[in-house]
């Protein structure tokens, strides 16, 4: 089965702080994804990335960066964390024109 | 700008009734579209589909797409309350396969 391993289930970060989100994958796939999911806003796009060191702007870019050095690990940058980043965020990962599995996903509370 | 959005937002219904979920997607370069399930934790995948009229079918649950007017359904039948969820569909779009969500439809199913 494929797997999709975020590094942190729960994370508390102060404002300010700089954070690392981290996902890997197993399965050697091309594509890898990061969400945040709110209620009623379901999942949406902060960036994915089509190969490695290749990255597109998903919905809501501001205020995140990513990084793909290696084709498995996918990074997610909050340069500098507000409360308004406190939210799920998921990591997703497929093979162009297949299924996306997800991470766990990481709960990061800003205070 | 590529949309994908979803109705009704929030659904109860009783067990044993039929739902209908709708999806409907405006998007460039349209290549599949999926549909998930998601409990508490990461969303599940469903369906895939990317040719027109044809209707994929697991157990109670089936979907079909059209490609001319540009929207997707999900079908519950025989509803349980273990089918209560967050259905997520998304348009998997241009030649990187950048995956575009809904905002989701809260089904709640009632004993």
């Known amino acids: 089965d494929v797997k999709v391993t975020q590094s942190s289930r729960y994370l508390v970060k102060r404002t300010g702080e700089k954070v690392f989100l981290e996902c890997v994958q197993d399965?050697?796939?091309?594509?890898m994804f990061w969400y945040r999911q709110d209620p009623g806003l379901g999942l949406r796009l902060i960036y994915f990335?089509?190969?490695?060191?290749?990255?597109e702007k998903g919905d809501i870019p501001e205020g995140y960066s990513v990084s793909r050095e290696k084709k498995e690990r996918f990074s997610l940058i909050l340069e500098s964390a507000s409360t308004n980043q406190t939210s799920m965020y998921l990591c997703?990962?497929?093979?162009?024109?297949?299924?996306?599995?997800f991470g766990q996903g990481t709960r990061l509370t800003v205070v | 700008e590529d949309k994908v959005v979803q109705s009704p937002l929030s659904l109860v219904v009783h067990e044993g009734d039929t739902v209908t979920l709708n999806c409907s997607y405006e998007?460039?370069?349209?290549?599949?579209l999926l549909w998930y399930k998601q409990e508490k934790k990461a969303p599940t995948f469903l369906f895939m589909l990317?040719?027109?009229?044809i209707e994929k079918k697991s157990g109670r649950l089936s979907s079909i797409l059209d490609k001319k007017e540009l929207f997707s359904i999900l079908n519950i039948t025989a509803t349980q309350t273990g089918d209560s969820a967050i259905y997520l569909c998304?348009?998997?779009?241009?030649?990187?396969?950048?995956?575009?969500f809904g905002k989701g439809t809260l089904l709640t199913v009632n004993p």
């Open positions: 990317t040719s027109s009229g």
């Open positions: 997703a990962s497929s093979q162009p024109a297949r299924k996306a599995f």
């Open positions: 998304a348009g998997q779009i241009g030649s990187n396969y950048k995956l575009t």
């Open positions: 998007v460039t370069n349209f290549r599949s």
């Open positions: 399965m050697d796939h091309e594509n």
């Open positions: 990335s089509y190969d490695v060191k290749m990255k």
